[in-house]
């Protein structure tokens, strides 16, 4: 019996190895691949946020004070299922495999990653689900190219094209979620892996089909902006420089990121008690200014109706990046897209008070897309992905401030493994000779 199964087995893959033959059309095999990558990648997706949000629900319920003792023992529980299951690693990992081994990511830490994501993110961490649903349908692509025996740069695309469904799910936006994956990949001004955008979008398009169906997604935009009309081509001026203030403000992002990074590697204890020392301090951040916590992809509509002192919107940006910083370098698990966004609001909020006679939804939009062109170095796709998001339908300012912050950001990427390879191996032998 296992012989014959065998046979079938290779029988199967070798058909799937041609092209349909009967179709005329630039339809093949990997059509199917892609699709079925995506039609997965949007059930995976749809499920988690499912429990995402009764698992938010359920731990919502405790206000106040209580705050701090459940982002606590979360952040204790997310990292005992690290410690025992397995490191699921975070963005950089990711980026490595795709870029240095061939495209292959292991899928056997998905497991600690669904369940640690799922603490960290539901108990209050300014970290969202991005991160996890990535690597997660990222890796069944592998697994999806393994078992049918794909190699090369069949099995990168493939790997790449789960990455795209599981950004897509979140984001609701194929075109932006596709490039988002292949943008992320890149080092400096290069542009590796364009062979991947017809993949990426093939899967995007399916995932985003079912997670629409599973969580009942609408088809507008996901944060309420006023409208926009642009009446002087000054208003580009004005975009750049909203970007360079964001710029500046992304740079202090990194800074205090890489601050907390180094306090908590000098903590020599096993990662549960760095969870769950950050769930404390997450839990007395959100305490004080509750609209901190979670990881912004509803808040930001609550900021935009707030209607808040410049007081309160300094104290919430300057209190958000310290509370993603912390959740980033504290071993909590999730991805920082749309907690950057939310700062980007906040700062576009404060900038106006500043420039009230420029319009809301420009400044607050620029800020946006410069201070996450700035951390993550994707400059397209925060373009299309900020104006499918906000309904902002006028690209090009938004491209004009993406620009200011990708070309203003520092020389060395946040994302480590964004850098090229030369330049790695010398930042390691400059810290080795340190040492």
Known sequence: MKIRRRRKLVAYSNLLDHPIRFNAFVFSRMFILWAVLGLIGGIISGSYWVVLMLLTDFLGTWQGWLVIPVMAISGLLAGLIIYFIGDPGEMELMVNNIRFNKGKLDPKNNPSMILSSLLCISSGGSLGPEGPLVQVTGSTG?????????????????????????????????????????????????????????????????????????????????????????????????????????????????????????VFKRIKTPIFIKTFIGGILLGTIAFYIPITRYFSHFEINDLLEANGTVQFLAAVLIFKIIAIAITVTSGWRGGFIIPLFFCGTALGLLVHTIFPSISLSLTIVSCMAAINACVTRTPMSTTILLATLTGFTYFIPILFASLTGYFLAPRIPFIDAQMEEKERRLIKRKKFSRS
Request: net charge neutral.
């Open 142 to 262: 592998t697994w999806m190219g393994k078992i049918l025996r794909i190699k090369g740069e069949e099995l990168r695309s493939l790997s790449i094209a789960g990455m795209a469904s599981g950004f897509t799910a979140l984001f609701g936006a194929p075109l932006g979620g596709s490039l988002f994956a292949l943008e992320i990949l890149h080092h400096k001004h290069s542009v590796e892996y364009y062979k991947a955008i017809i993949p990426a979008l093939v899967a995007s398009g399916f995932s985003y089909v079912v997670f629409a169906i599973i969580v009942q997604l609408g088809l507008g935009p996901m944060w309420n902006l006023p409208a926009y009309e642009m009446e002087t081509v000054f208003d580009f001026g004005w975009a750049v420089l909203f970007g360079v203030i964001a710029t500046f403000v992304g740079w202090g992002f990194i800074f205090c990121t890489k601050f907390f990074k180094t």
